[in-house]
């Protein structure tokens, strides 16, 4: 088990508060500003979600972002996808983060306080979801980087906003702004932006109210279909991106002797 003392600052990429009555806010930054996705945070990532999940103190965790976007800045710094060494630990730390997010047995909540262009199968994996005006859903990396989006997006959108509309926003990185994802079932609520975490923490305190066991339980209840989800097919859908990188590497080397 972990504890608060022990994680509170070990993430230079999360910024992590408690209230008195144990939820948990962690905030995704970049030197206190939006956060910079690349492979150290990727690595990191799959700690962090496996000491909150292991933290018995946590009731409700609320993940959001920090500046004007949730996720929606890139780099390659960090990231090895052209050796087999390097896939392996992108394979590795792709299949772990997102069943250390859904090992955090307490109810979950995304407060999205902007765009989510990349690594949006965080959000899906939340309980409840409340965006901004300003927040957009798009899966923009994968193809600008010509690499197949196996990384857990392939799963959860279809699963979420339906086999043909989920195939769709994939495979022509179609934005989705606020109205249309709540309409479709990805959000639950849009609030301006000053609301959106006093929002989140109303809900998180109602749910902390509930008895322990009861949180934990709803929470291992309500997401045992996105575990299998998960835990089958995350695996060959990181297998085939990492294929794809590979083929990408060997053009690449043959543009550039």
Same mark, same amino acid.
């Given at each position: 088990?972990?504890?608060?003392a &022990?994680?509170?600052?070990?993430?230079?990429?999360a910024?992590?508060?408690r209230?008195?009555?144990?939820?948990l806010?962690?905030?995704?930054?970049? @030197?206190?500003?939006?956060?910079?996705?690349?492979?150290h945070t990727?690595?990191?990532?799959? @700690?962090?979600?496996? $000491?909150?999940?292991?933290?018995? $103190?946590?009731?409700?965790?609320?993940?959001?972002?920090?500046?004007?976007?949730?996720?929606d800045?890139?780099?390659? %710094?960090?990231f090895d996808?052209?050796t087999?060494?390097?896939?392996?630990?992108i394979? =590795?730390?792709?299949?772990k983060v997102?069943?250390?997010?859904?090992?955090? *047995?307490?109810?979950?909540?995304?407060? #999205?306080?902007?765009?989510?262009? #990349?690594?949006?199968e965080?959000?899906?994996?939340? @309980?409840?979801v409340?965006?901004?005006? %300003?927040t957009?859903? !798009?899966?923009?990396p994968h193809?600008?980087?010509g690499i197949?989006?196996?990384?857990?997006?392939?799963?959860?959108?279809?699963?979420v906003?339906?086999?043909?509309r989920?195939?769709?926003?994939i495979?022509?990185r !179609? !934005?989705?702004?606020?109205? &249309?994802?709540?309409?479709?079932?990805?959000v639950? *609520?849009?609030?301006p932006?000053?609301?959106?975490?006093?929002?989140a923490?109303?809900i998180a305190?109602?749910?902390?109210?509930?008895?322990?066991l &009861?949180? =934990?339980?709803?929470?291992i209840?309500?997401?045992q279909?996105?575990?299998?989800?998960?835990?089958?097919d &995350?695996?060959?859908?990181?297998?085939?991106?990492?294929?794809?990188?590979?083929?990408?590497a060997?053009?690449m080397?043959?543009?550039?002797p």
């Amino acid at each position: 088990m972990s504890n608060l003392a &022990t994680y509170r600052n070990a993430y230079p990429n999360a910024r992590i508060s408690r209230s008195s009555s144990g939820v948990l806010e962690v905030a995704l930054h970049s @030197d206190g500003g939006k956060l910079v996705f690349n492979g150290h945070t990727h690595q990191q990532f799959v @700690d962090l979600f496996h $000491d909150i999940g292991s933290d018995p $103190d946590n009731r409700v965790v609320i993940l959001t972002g920090s500046g004007d976007a949730f996720m929606d800045a890139i780099s390659p %710094e960090g990231f090895d996808f052209f050796t087999p060494e390097g896939y392996d630990k992108i394979f =590795r730390e792709g299949r772990k983060v997102l069943m250390n997010l859904l090992d955090i *047995e307490v109810p979950v909540i995304a407060a #999205l306080n902007g765009p989510v262009l #990349l690594h949006s199968e965080y959000a899906l994996l939340a @309980d409840i979801v409340l965006a901004t005006p %300003e927040t957009v859903f !798009q899966d923009k990396p994968h193809f600008d980087f010509g690499i197949v989006p196996g990384d857990g997006v392939n799963l959860l959108w279809p699963e979420v906003i339906g086999s043909v509309r989920g195939r769709y926003f994939i495979l022509t990185r !179609q !934005q989705l702004d606020a109205e &249309t994802a709540r309409d479709w079932g990805v959000v639950n *609520e849009i609030l301006p932006s000053a609301q959106l975490l006093p929002r989140a923490h109303e809900i998180a305190e109602t749910l902390a109210a509930l008895p322990v066991l &009861t949180g =934990r339980y709803t929470r291992i209840a309500l997401t045992q279909k996105l575990r299998r989800l998960i835990d089958q097919d &995350t695996g060959y859908g990181l297998a085939l991106e990492g294929i794809s990188a590979a083929a990408v590497a060997r053009g690449m080397a043959a543009a550039n002797p």
